[in-house]
């Protein structure tokens, strides 16, 4: 079974940069797509990034490209995001959770109801 616990949130000034890691423990990472979701307060949990199992293309929302970058190391057992740029809007607890490849791949939508399992969350606060 999957399990999988994000850290690195925190507050960030308009801006600024912050690096999420989601550590993964279970079953062996290189068999899993991963993905990054974000829910603000009263609005849907929204997909922003995932990373199909061996780095092939990535896939990303159209608010976040240029300033989030997700990547893996799959020897660490463990996704990154990397969030530069940062903006009020992108306040959120975020979210990791896995799938497969084809769940992932460009221009597929990506919907919450393909992955499983979930992190617990961690919150990302975006204020001067």
């Known amino acids: 079974q999957l399990q999988l616990v994000e850290s690195g949130g925190g507050l960030v000034q308009p801006g600024g940069s912050l690096r999420l890691s989601c550590s993964t423990t279970?079953?062996?990472?290189?068999?899993?797509?991963i993905g990054w979701f974000r829910q603000a307060p009263a609005r849907e949990r929204e997909p922003v990034a995932c990373?199909?199992?061996?780095?092939?293309?990535?896939n990303y929302i159209t608010s976040v490209k240029g300033r989030f970058t997700i990547s893996r190391d799959n020897a660490k057992n463990t996704v990154y995001l990397q969030m530069n740029s940062l903006k009020p809007e992108d306040t959120a607890v975020y979210y990791c959770?896995?799938?497969?490849?084809?769940?992932?791949?460009?221009?597929?939508?990506?919907?919450?109801?393909?992955?499983?399992?979930w992190g617990q969350g961690t919150q990302v606060t975006v204020s001067p």
């Open positions: 959770a896995g799938t497969g490849n084809l769940n992932c791949a460009p221009y597929v939508p990506l919907n919450p109801k393909n992955f499983d399992p």
């Open positions: 279970g079953v062996a990472l290189d068999n899993w797509a």
């Open positions: 990373i199909p199992s061996h780095s092939e293309k990535t």
